[in-house]
């Protein structure tokens, strides 16, 4: 909203865009735009598009056909939603990744909650790293996805990101963390592995480290390497990670589980999991919510605690996914007719009952268990304080703003106290939709 439709227009804006659609059709058909309305909303609303939204607040938990905003505007002016409506659905592409990363929470936290004492929880919030942004189409894509992930983990190396939202949305306050951490073009560009390592160690060994370890010979680095170097990680005192990026996701984190323990020893925690000392394994190939519950399942019965193993999703993450995988979409929901009369409209196709739209002006209200539910508009009061779909842009002005902090706490306290699956229609939006249903029957047979 901020970036792309609280914009004022000017008169050379119109001129412009009237340029480009005089040549924008085909068959020397006209491509209508509405020159004058926009001349007038400029003379008549200093250039802002006159228009209300109303949102969910950002971070609100909620369920699919939850209308997580709402566009109105006034006679003439409602022209101008058409306009607005594909920009603001593109909020499917955050909502989408910040679910699939919550989801990649859940099975983790489960691991978590059988395999880890609660003193290793802490570690909890590195335990999906993002490593999408060179999977991404464009800087500006990568930002809005992993600060959606940021919102469930800290852990990212989409870096600008993290400066977007510690600086732009957060009061400059750190969201995020990563580590050092060697690539293969770091490790073939020494003359051996065990010289990039010992790099490595010298220079960031008394902390927290990554390293990838199949540039060459997985099973090599493992049994030869790894033990050639324990005596100078052991002296720095730090902490490394091992990076397999091939083979099966199960296998290879198996091999440097048990390497690992080999060669740095582990201890066993209060719930009988072993905990190896002073290193761990991250699995950033390959992984889906699949892979990983798979991993975790794996570790746990090989008698490993789930915080030896950490995750990283690159193009799964930020990339591969879309308005259809979690079923988005903007319809059109009521409208006044230049006589006054109202009418609430709904999309019903015959051959897709999936694609049902909603019918009406709508308010989101939670029930008793914290749950949103919604109703139509009118069961709600004006300016309902228990209404979710709050004013979020008014002809003009910006009206809500909250920081990150706010937003992510609110995703942490919404998430798990809801059900995995919920009938959020009310009762008396169900009424409506079944007798605009019969209706539609009637008048289009």
């Known amino acids: ?97 910040g679910t699939l990363s919550r989801r990649a929470r859940d099975r983790i936290e489960k691991a978590y909650q059988e ?19 060179r999977g991404c189409t464009s800087i500006e894509q990568s930002i809005i996805g992993a600060a959606a992930h940021l919102l469930n983990f800290s852990g990212t190396d989409t870096m600008n990101a993290a400066y977007y939202v510690q600086f732009l949305l957060n009061n400059g306050k750190p969201v995020a963390t990563s580590i050092p951490a060697t690539e293969h073009s770091v490790m073939t560009a020494h003359k051996t592995e065990r010289d990039a390592i010992l790099r490595e160690i010298s220079n960031y060994g008394t902390g927290k480290f990554a390293c990838v370890m199949d540039s060459y010979d997985y099973s090599n680095a493992l049994d030869k390497v790894l033990p050639s170097i324990a005596k100078q990680k052991l ?52 992984v889906t919510i699949e892979s990983l519950e798979a991993i975790l399942k794996t570790v746990k019965e090989a008698g490993f605690s789930a915080q030896n193993v950490t995750f990283g999703m690159g193009g799964g993450l930020l990339q591969k996914l879309n308005r259809d995988t979690m079923s988005f979409a903007t319809k059109l929901s009521h409208i006044t007719y230049a006589d ?71 995703v942490a306290k919404e998430w798990p106290s809801l059900p995995l699956s919920y009938d959020n229609i009310s009762p008396e939006l169900k009424i409506k939709i079944e007798k605009i249903i019969q209706e539609i029957k009637t008048t289009q047979s």
């Open 235 to 286: 002296e720095k005192g730090g902490f490394m990670v091992l990076r397999p990026d091939s083979g099966d996701p199960i296998e290879v984190v198996l091999m440097a589980l048990k390497s690992a323990d080999k060669v740095f020893g582990s201890d066993v925690n209060k719930k009988g999991y072993k905990v190896i000392r002073g290193a761990s394994v991250i699995q950033s190939d390959a």
């Open 115 to 133: 395999t880890v004492d609660d003193e290793g929880f802490w570690t909890l919030e590195n335990q999906l790293h993002d490593f999408g942004f």
């Open 1 to 97: 909203i901020e970036n792309y439709i609280a914009i004022k227009w000017s008169k050379k804006d119109v001129e412009l865009a009237e340029k480009f659609f005089a040549t924008h059709n085909a068959g020397f058909t006209a491509f209508q735009f509405p020159k004058d309305l926009f001349l007038k909303f400029i003379e008549e609303n200093n250039g802002y598009f006159p228009v209300k939204i109303e949102s969910l607040p950002e971070g609100t938990s909620c369920y699919v056909h939850t209308p997580v905003f709402q566009i109105t505007a006034e006679k003439e002016y409602s022209l101008l939603v058409t306009y607005l409506e594909t920009i603001i659905t593109m909020v499917w592409y955050p909502t989408t990744v």
């Open 340 to 410: 006054g009369t109202r009418r609430d409209i709904m999309k019903t196709p015959k051959t897709d009952s999936g694609k049902i739209s909603l019918p009406g002006e709508f308010g989101v209200k939670k029930n008793k268990q914290g749950i949103p539910i919604v109703h139509p508009k009118e069961n709600c009061l004006e300016n309902d304080p228990d209404n979710l779909l709050k004013v979020v842009y008014d002809h003009g002005k910006v009206c809500e703003w909250e920081d990150f902090e706010t937003i992510r706490n609110r």
